[in-house]
């Protein structure tokens, strides 16, 4: 089977930088996604990496390290609208993690 | 114009009762999906359909069945309705597999 772990709460201040780590187990990768989704909205798609490295899109950056079965989302200058659950994501199997709950205070 | 689109919006019924989600997508995607988000958040993948085949299936009751019409749509039936049906389903497609998945603005299912 496969599974992913997440923290389930994270806080941090408005224009802070906030690290969510996501740990995995998977027989057969084909990548790691993280989605977003606020309270009463549905899932939005935030970044991919099928390979080692960073991707960066705007304020948010992916990281994957496969030999460590192991990725983290960054965000950066965070803002009030970023208070949100995030979900790392097995791509290809869509098994989604517990997501953690970003809460961001001024 | 919506991209994927779930009816209905809400969906109130009582145990036992047989009731139907439908989903329809227009962005030409290949594969669709359905999902189970309970009262704790957690997200769970319960079908998925390639070309209008089955290619994951969770385990989930057999009270459940996937109907996949044609690649546009993937309606959900739910028979028997159980009190742990009561949660909000979404329903998703993508290009493939691998790719970004574009979700549809959920069904909230109460079941009295």
């Known amino acids: 089977g496969q599974s992913l772990e997440q923290p389930s709460e994270v806080t941090a201040v408005e224009g802070a930088i906030v690290q969510i780590n996501c740990t995995y187990q998977?027989?057969?990768?084909?990548?790691l996604s993280w989605y977003q989704q606020h309270d009463g909205g549905a899932p939005t798609f935030l970044s991919y990496?099928?390979?080692?490295g960073l991707e960066e899109t705007g304020r948010f950056s992916s990281f994957l390290s496969r030999s460590d079965s192991y990725g983290y989302l960054l965000l950066q200058e965070l803002q009030m609208k970023d208070s949100a659950s995030y979900f790392c994501?097995?791509?290809?199997?869509?098994?989604f993690g517990d997501g953690t709950t970003l809460t961001v205070k001024p | 114009d919506t991209a994927v689109s779930q009816t209905p919006k809400y969906l109130v019924t009582q145990m036992g009762n047989d009731k139907s989600i439908k989903c329809e997508q227009n962005?030409?995607?290949?594969?669709m999906y359905w999902y189970k988000q309970d009262s704790k958040k957690f997200l769970k993948i319960m079908f998925s359909?390639?070309?209008?085949?089955?290619?994951i299936n969770e385990t989930v009751p057999n009270r459940f069945s996937p109907k996949s019409p044609d690649k546009a749509h993937l309606n959900l039936h739910i028979n028997s309705l159980e009190l742990g049906d009561s949660a909000v389903y979404f329903c998703?497609?993508?290009?493939?597999?691998?790719?970004?998945?574009?979700f549809g603005p959920g069904t909230r299912l109460t079941v009295l």
């Open positions: 998703a497609s993508s290009q493939g597999i691998h790719n970004e998945q574009f």
């Open positions: 998977t027989s057969g990768f084909y990548g």
């Open positions: 990496n099928a390979l080692d």
């Open positions: 994501v097995l791509t290809g199997k869509s098994t």
């Open positions: 962005l030409g995607h290949d594969t």
């Open positions: 359909y390639n070309n209008k085949e089955l290619i």
